[in-house]
């Protein structure tokens, strides 16, 4: 699993990392003479989008719109037989239960900037171009039928992610 340091603005700094869902996260202090903070970042915690790297759409996050479900049914594996759709506390499968099937993808429309939507699953994935690792993590999007999906290391460098909202923040801190 990849490992990769991301850098938020207003001091948000990730460490991404697909392992149980989880990502981890660490805080700089508001203040230059603070110490830094590690927390966790989740399925459930909530993700402010920043500023577009172009004026018209995100440029490292996309939206997908599911047009039709593949009938065949998903393959007789241990991970199936354990979870019959993904596992909604971690977020663990949601890959491989949603993009099945056909699909309208597009980047994400600008007037999204400063939308909040919660973290729905967590998840290292291959590059098409040339395989090699990306941190994503999917957002809901209030649609069943649709997610959003963050390529994080890069709409973190780019400042396409501002914030991170959790869902329960006494359990962050390992």
């Not at 697909?18 to 700089?28: H, M």
């Amino acid at each position: 699993m990849g490992i990769g340091n991301l850098l938020l603005r207003k001091g948000l700094a990730l460490l991404c990392m697909s392992s149980a869902g989880l990502l981890s996260a660490q805080i700089d202090a508001e203040f230059a003479d603070s110490e830094p903070q590690e927390v966790t970042i989740s399925v459930g915690d909530t993700v402010v989008l920043g500023m577009p790297k172009s004026t018209t759409v995100f440029a490292f996050i996309d939206i997908f719109r599911k047009t039709r479900w593949d009938p065949d049914p998903l393959p007789d594996d241990a991970f199936t037989r354990k979870y019959k759709t993904y596992d909604s506390s971690t977020g663990n499968g949601f890959y491989r239960f949603f993009f099945r099937g056909d699909f309208d993808a597009a980047e994400l429309p600008a007037t999204f900037k400063g939308a909040k939507f919660a973290i729905k699953g967590l998840e290292v994935v291959r590059k098409e171009k040339d395989g090699s690792p990306m941190n994503v993590i999917y957002l809901e999007t209030g649609e069943p039928e649709s997610v959003i999906m963050v390529d994080i290391d890069n709409a973190a460098n780019y400042g396409e992610i501002s914030n991170v909202i959790f869902l329960n923040k006494s359990q962050k801190n390992p």
